[in-house]
DNA sequence: AGCCAGGCCTGCC
DNA sequence: GGCAGGCATGGC
Protein backbone atom coordinates (compact mmCIF):
# COMPACT_ATOMS: atom_id res chain seq x y z
CA UNK A 1 0.00 0.00 0.00
CA UNK A 2 1.45 3.02 -1.07
CA UNK A 3 0.46 5.32 2.00
CA UNK A 4 2.27 3.26 4.52
CA UNK A 5 5.89 3.80 4.54
CA UNK A 6 4.81 7.46 4.85
CA UNK A 7 3.15 7.15 7.63
CA UNK A 8 6.13 4.87 9.19
CA UNK A 9 7.93 7.93 8.69
CA UNK A 10 5.52 10.29 9.94
CA UNK A 11 4.91 7.54 13.08
CA UNK A 12 8.68 7.57 13.97
CA UNK A 13 9.21 11.53 13.60
CA UNK A 14 6.13 12.28 15.75
CA UNK A 15 4.81 8.98 17.56
CA UNK A 16 1.67 8.28 19.10
CA UNK A 17 0.16 12.24 19.15
CA UNK A 18 -3.08 10.67 20.82
CA UNK A 19 -6.01 12.53 19.11
CA UNK A 20 -8.28 13.25 20.01
CA UNK A 21 -7.67 14.93 23.03
CA UNK A 22 -11.28 14.69 24.78
CA UNK A 23 -13.02 12.75 27.35
CA UNK A 24 -16.43 11.95 25.68
CA UNK A 25 -17.84 11.57 21.63
CA UNK A 26 -19.70 15.03 22.73
CA UNK A 27 -16.67 16.88 23.63
CA UNK A 28 -15.08 16.07 20.26
CA UNK A 29 -18.25 17.14 18.34
CA UNK A 30 -17.86 20.48 20.51
CA UNK A 31 -14.29 20.82 19.68
CA UNK A 32 -14.81 20.05 15.94
CA UNK A 33 -17.57 22.76 15.56
CA UNK A 34 -15.37 24.77 17.64
CA UNK A 35 -12.05 24.36 15.56
CA UNK A 36 -13.01 25.17 12.29
CA UNK A 37 -10.80 27.54 11.04
CA UNK A 38 -9.65 28.12 14.32
CA UNK A 39 -6.51 27.42 16.21
CA UNK A 40 -6.98 24.84 18.79
CA UNK A 41 -5.22 27.07 22.13
CA UNK A 42 -8.65 29.20 21.39
CA UNK A 43 -11.09 25.88 21.26
CA UNK A 44 -9.62 24.84 24.67
CA UNK A 45 -10.61 27.68 26.76
CA UNK A 46 -13.73 28.00 25.56
CA UNK A 47 -13.76 24.00 25.95
CA UNK A 48 -12.76 24.56 29.56
CA UNK A 49 -15.40 27.03 30.20
CA UNK A 50 -18.20 24.21 28.91
CA UNK A 51 -16.88 21.59 31.31
CA UNK A 52 -16.89 24.60 34.75
CA UNK A 53 -20.57 25.86 34.06
CA UNK A 54 -21.61 22.22 33.35
CA UNK A 55 -22.74 22.42 30.27
CA UNK A 56 -20.86 20.17 28.47
CA UNK A 57 -23.54 18.02 27.22
CA UNK A 58 -26.03 17.92 24.01
CA UNK A 59 -29.17 19.17 26.71
CA UNK A 60 -26.94 21.75 28.23
CA UNK A 61 -26.16 23.17 25.55
CA UNK A 62 -29.46 22.91 24.03
CA UNK A 63 -31.07 24.41 27.29
CA UNK A 64 -28.74 27.06 27.72
CA UNK A 65 -29.00 30.97 27.26
CA UNK A 66 -27.87 32.11 23.90
CA UNK A 67 -25.76 35.40 24.75
CA UNK A 68 -24.13 33.22 27.59
CA UNK A 69 -23.20 30.68 25.39
CA UNK A 70 -21.58 32.92 23.06
CA UNK A 71 -19.65 34.06 26.12
CA UNK A 72 -18.33 31.07 27.15
CA UNK A 73 -17.21 30.12 23.62
CA UNK A 74 -16.20 33.82 22.91
CA UNK A 75 -12.11 32.89 22.59
CA UNK A 76 -12.70 30.50 19.49
CA UNK A 77 -13.99 33.20 17.30
CA UNK A 78 -17.08 33.64 15.25
CA UNK A 79 -18.59 32.41 18.10
CA UNK A 80 -22.11 33.91 16.38
CA UNK A 81 -22.11 30.93 13.97
CA UNK A 82 -20.72 28.24 16.33
CA UNK A 83 -23.15 29.13 18.89
CA UNK A 84 -26.15 27.95 16.43
CA UNK A 85 -24.14 25.48 15.51
CA UNK A 86 -23.91 24.09 18.56
CA UNK A 87 -27.49 24.29 19.42
CA UNK A 88 -28.74 22.27 16.11
CA UNK A 89 -26.09 19.69 16.59
CA UNK A 90 -27.03 19.22 20.11
CA UNK A 91 -31.02 19.64 19.41
CA UNK A 92 -30.85 17.06 16.66
CA UNK A 93 -28.94 14.67 19.56
CA UNK A 94 -31.26 15.21 21.75
CA UNK A 95 -34.40 14.76 18.96
CA UNK A 96 -32.91 12.24 16.83
CA UNK A 97 -30.46 10.09 18.43
CA UNK A 98 -32.15 9.85 21.85
CA UNK A 99 -29.34 12.23 23.74
CA UNK A 100 -26.51 10.39 22.98
CA UNK A 101 -24.24 10.87 19.71
CA UNK A 102 -22.98 7.11 20.07
CA UNK A 103 -26.40 6.22 18.78
CA UNK A 104 -24.99 7.36 14.78
CA UNK A 105 -23.33 3.86 15.36
CA UNK A 106 -26.27 2.01 14.57
CA UNK A 107 -26.15 3.48 11.03
CA UNK A 108 -23.28 2.56 8.84
CA UNK A 109 -20.63 5.24 7.62
CA UNK A 110 -22.40 6.17 5.02
CA UNK A 111 -25.64 7.00 6.43
CA UNK A 112 -23.98 8.59 9.55
CA UNK A 113 -22.10 10.87 7.11
CA UNK A 114 -24.93 12.10 5.71
CA UNK A 115 -26.62 12.91 8.56
CA UNK A 116 -24.28 14.89 9.75
CA UNK A 117 -23.65 16.77 6.67
CA UNK A 118 -27.28 17.56 7.00
CA UNK A 119 -26.87 19.45 9.83
CA UNK A 120 -26.42 23.49 9.21
CA UNK A 121 -22.16 24.27 9.90
CA UNK A 122 -21.16 20.90 9.79
CA UNK A 123 -19.04 20.07 6.55
CA UNK A 124 -17.12 17.24 5.47
CA UNK A 125 -14.09 17.77 7.49
CA UNK A 126 -15.76 18.17 10.50
CA UNK A 127 -18.41 15.23 9.50
CA UNK A 128 -15.41 13.00 8.91
CA UNK A 129 -13.14 14.39 12.22
CA UNK A 130 -16.86 13.12 14.47
CA UNK A 131 -17.42 10.03 12.76
CA UNK A 132 -13.39 9.16 13.19
CA UNK A 133 -12.46 10.27 16.52
CA UNK A 134 -15.60 10.07 18.24
CA UNK A 135 -17.52 7.46 16.92
CA UNK A 136 -14.70 5.01 15.94
CA UNK A 137 -15.43 4.50 12.14
CA UNK A 138 -12.58 4.25 9.64
CA UNK A 139 -12.54 6.73 7.81
CA UNK A 140 -9.70 9.88 6.71
CA UNK A 141 -9.86 13.21 7.45
CA UNK A 142 -8.56 15.67 4.74
CA UNK A 143 -8.02 19.01 5.36
CA UNK A 144 -6.05 22.08 3.86
CA UNK A 145 -2.77 20.45 5.41
CA UNK A 146 -3.55 17.34 4.02
CA UNK A 147 -4.10 18.28 0.29
CA UNK A 148 -0.91 20.72 0.51
CA UNK A 149 1.08 18.11 1.79
CA UNK A 150 0.08 15.39 -0.84
CA UNK A 151 0.73 17.73 -3.21
CA UNK A 152 3.93 18.60 -1.97
CA UNK A 153 5.24 15.78 -1.96
CA UNK A 154 3.96 14.54 -4.79
CA UNK A 155 1.53 12.00 -3.87
CA UNK A 156 -1.17 13.44 -6.24
CA UNK A 157 -2.91 16.98 -6.78
CA UNK A 158 -6.65 16.30 -5.57
CA UNK A 159 -9.03 18.74 -7.01
CA UNK A 160 -11.51 18.00 -4.25
CA UNK A 161 -11.97 16.69 -0.66
CA UNK A 162 -13.51 13.32 -1.51
CA UNK A 163 -11.33 12.49 -4.42
CA UNK A 164 -7.83 12.98 -1.90
CA UNK A 165 -10.41 10.89 0.68
CA UNK A 166 -10.86 7.75 -1.54
CA UNK A 167 -7.02 8.06 -2.68
CA UNK A 168 -5.97 7.32 1.29
CA UNK A 169 -9.14 4.72 1.74
CA UNK A 170 -7.39 2.48 -1.48
CA UNK A 171 -3.98 3.54 -0.75
CA UNK A 172 -3.30 3.52 3.23
CA UNK A 173 -3.79 -0.04 4.97
CA UNK A 174 -3.71 1.26 8.63
CA UNK A 175 -6.92 0.47 11.38
CA UNK A 176 -8.84 2.82 12.78
CA UNK A 177 -5.91 4.01 15.46
CA UNK A 178 -3.51 4.32 12.85
CA UNK A 179 -6.59 6.13 10.37
CA UNK A 180 -6.64 8.89 13.80
CA UNK A 181 -3.35 9.30 13.92
CA UNK A 182 -2.16 10.11 10.43
CA UNK A 183 -4.62 12.73 10.01
CA UNK A 184 -2.96 13.96 13.68
CA UNK A 185 0.42 13.48 12.27
CA UNK A 186 -0.14 15.36 8.84
CA UNK A 187 -1.55 18.28 10.71
CA UNK A 188 1.45 18.19 13.36
CA UNK A 189 4.37 17.58 10.67
CA UNK A 190 2.66 20.74 8.38
CA UNK A 191 2.38 23.14 11.78
CA UNK A 192 5.80 23.10 11.65
CA UNK A 193 6.83 24.15 8.63
CA UNK A 194 7.55 26.84 6.41
CA UNK A 195 4.12 28.52 5.10
CA UNK A 196 5.18 31.62 3.20
CA UNK A 197 6.19 29.17 0.29
CA UNK A 198 3.45 26.85 -0.05
CA UNK A 199 5.12 24.93 -2.84
CA UNK A 200 8.34 25.05 -2.02
CA UNK A 201 9.30 21.34 -0.97
CA UNK A 202 12.77 22.21 0.34
CA UNK A 203 10.76 23.96 3.51
CA UNK A 204 9.21 20.58 3.99
CA UNK A 205 11.65 17.83 3.93
CA UNK A 206 14.18 19.29 6.40
CA UNK A 207 15.28 17.92 10.14
CA UNK A 208 14.05 14.39 11.24
CA UNK A 209 11.56 13.97 8.33
CA UNK A 210 14.34 13.87 5.54
CA UNK A 211 16.17 11.30 7.73
CA UNK A 212 13.61 8.94 7.59
CA UNK A 213 12.52 9.37 4.28
CA UNK A 214 16.00 8.38 3.36
CA UNK A 215 16.02 5.51 6.03
CA UNK A 216 12.92 4.31 4.58
CA UNK A 217 14.28 4.73 0.72
CA UNK A 218 11.01 5.85 -0.51
CA UNK A 219 12.26 9.54 -1.96
CA UNK A 220 11.53 8.81 -5.63
CA UNK A 221 7.95 6.58 -4.30
CA UNK A 222 6.29 9.51 -3.26
CA UNK A 223 5.48 10.06 -7.16
CA UNK A 224 2.61 7.99 -7.90
C1' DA B 1 1.39 45.44 13.10
C1' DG B 2 -0.10 41.84 10.41
C1' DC B 3 -0.86 37.16 9.43
C1' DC B 4 -2.81 32.89 10.53
C1' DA B 5 -5.50 29.01 12.78
C1' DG B 6 -7.42 21.25 12.65
C1' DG B 7 -14.06 25.40 7.87
C1' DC B 8 -18.52 26.44 6.47
C1' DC B 9 -22.22 29.05 4.32
C1' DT B 10 -23.96 32.23 0.99
C1' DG B 11 -24.24 34.61 -3.27
C1' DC B 12 -22.51 35.20 -7.54
C1' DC B 13 -21.00 33.49 -12.03
C1' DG C 1 -19.24 23.33 -9.68
C1' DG C 2 -15.73 26.77 -8.63
C1' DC C 3 -14.61 31.04 -6.17
C1' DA C 4 -14.68 35.36 -3.21
C1' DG C 5 -16.28 37.32 0.91
C1' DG C 6 -17.77 37.12 5.62
C1' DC C 7 -17.35 35.32 10.10
C1' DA C 8 -13.81 36.88 15.18
C1' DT C 9 -10.56 35.73 18.69
C1' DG C 10 -5.79 35.13 20.51
C1' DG C 11 -0.78 33.94 19.67
C1' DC C 12 3.38 34.76 17.48
Redesign the pocket.
Same mark, same amino acid.
Given at each position: MKLDRLYEILFHNYGDLK???AETPFEVAV??IL????????VE?AIENLKKTDLLTPYGIYRSDENMLKKLI??A??????CERLKILSEYIIKDLKGNIVNLKKYDLKQARERLLA? %???? /????D?ILL?ALDFKVFVV???TLNFFERLKIGKF??YDECQNYVHECFSGDIKAYKNFHALI?EHC %?NFC /??HPKCIDCFLNSKFCFWVEKFNVNVKFNR
Open positions: WWPGATQNTNWNNKRSGFYNQKL %KGIG /KETASYDTYSSV %K /KK
